[in-house]
């Protein structure tokens, strides 16, 4: 079977660049939403507990449940709030404030430009006065910023839309104690964070800087290598297909394998005559159990950095991570 290797070295390397740039472990919530992208919920829950970690955000809570244990806090981000006082809940509209559960702690999610989630800017006072109304605890207000990765001015203006904010839910003299919050890991990579109250890390937690190169960019390592086991060898003569619809036609007297990945284990298979395997071609189409490379190694490296893949792929390294399998076993190395 297809198996994952977690690399827990990369994974604390990670997160001291992050400490470094906190000044604290306290102000950093490692985001383990959708399967800690794909790495393994309760996997990742444990290292960052290990690393002395306090603060995590998950979507649901069903993954808090399940990893609650490790957290002082865990912050949810889409999910009904109700009472219990290791939860926090993202508030992302004003019916989110009547639907919570009285007792109930909240943190309310502010639009500054992303359009998605959060109340607008103009609903800032109704909210406060409902959260107050219904007796629910706010224990911070976040937002989310929509393009901190890509080199524009954007993240500063949302930046400064959010530092108002702050200013107005301080001057409304109604909460004590509250945290502000809106740094992801590009935001964080990019910008000061020892001002900073919590910031958010995900994709940077797990290895992948996705700034562009002119800034100075601070390296990080991948934890996740996904690695598939050798079913079946085979010499083709020139002129044979391989897989389904017989869409590779060898070019050539050639030697190839089975590999025992397909898209069952979440491997994506659109796209798939681009995708290289470190120097190698897939060769075919991708079944569900399997792909054929131009190799006899009984253990392969599918990759152990998403980046290449997902460029052929065209899509994102989140989305290639987060398809992986719950069922491909990992192993901590
Ligand atoms: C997913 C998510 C993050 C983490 O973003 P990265 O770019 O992976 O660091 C932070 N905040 C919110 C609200 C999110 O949904």
């Known amino acids: 079977m297809a198996f994952i290797k977690i690399d827990r070295e990369n994974f604390f390397y990670n997160l001291n660049q992050f400490v470094e740039r906190t000044g604290s472990k306290d102000k950093i919530a490692i985001v383990l939403k959708d399967n800690a992208y794909g790495h393994g919920l309760e996997i990742m829950a444990k290292l960052s507990y290990e690393f002395g970690l306090t603060q995590a955000v998950v979507r649901d809570i069903n993954e808090a449940k399940s990893i609650d244990k490790y957290f002082k806090n865990i912050l949810i981000l889409g999910d009904r709030a109700v009472a219990n006082s290791k939860y926090s809940f993202a508030i992302n509209s004003l019916d989110d404030i009547e639907r919570a559960e009285i007792g109930s702690v909240v943190e309310l999610k502010v639009d500054t430009g992303m359009h998605r989630n959060g109340i607008a800017l103009d ?13 629910l605890t706010l224990k911070g207000v976040m937002s989310h910023n929509r393009s901190a990765d890509e080199l524009s001015s954007e993240l500063f203006w949302q930046n400064r839309i959010f530092n108002q904010i702050k200013e107005r839910v301080k001057s409304s003299g109604r909460f004590k ?4 919050h809106s740094y992801n890991s590009a935001s964080a990579l990019r910008l000061d964070c020892k001002n900073q109250d919590l910031i958010r890390i995900g ?7 996705e700034l562009p190169e002119v800034y100075n960019k601070i390296e990080l390592k991948p934890v996740l290598s996904l690695w598939a086991n050798r079913v079946a060898t085979r010499r083709l003569k020139r002129g044979q297909r391989v897989g389904y619809g017989g869409e590779y036609i060898a070019d050539r007297d050639m030697t190839i394998s089975t590999y025992d990945l397909g898209y069952g284990d979440g491997w994506i298979r659109s796209n798939s005559f681009k995708v290289h395997i470190g120097d190698l071609p897939i060769i075919g189409r991708v079944s569900m159990d399997y792909i054929s490379l131009e190799a006899i190694d009984d253990e392969i490296l599918i990759f152990d950095n998403v980046t290449k893949i997902a460029r052929e792929m065209r899509t994102i390294s989140y989305e290639i991570l987060t398809q992986l399998s719950k069922t491909v076993e990992r192993r901590v190395i």
């Not at 609903?123 to 007796?135: H, P, T, V």
């Not at 104690?177 to 502000?180: L, P, Q, Y």
């Not at 994709?203 to 800087?209: D, E, F, P």
């Open 123 to 135: 609903e800032l006072d109704s909210a406060l006065k409902l959260i107050e109304d219904r007796g």
């Open 203 to 209: 994709i940077g937690a797990y290895g992948y800087n």
């Open 177 to 180: 104690n509250i945290r502000f």
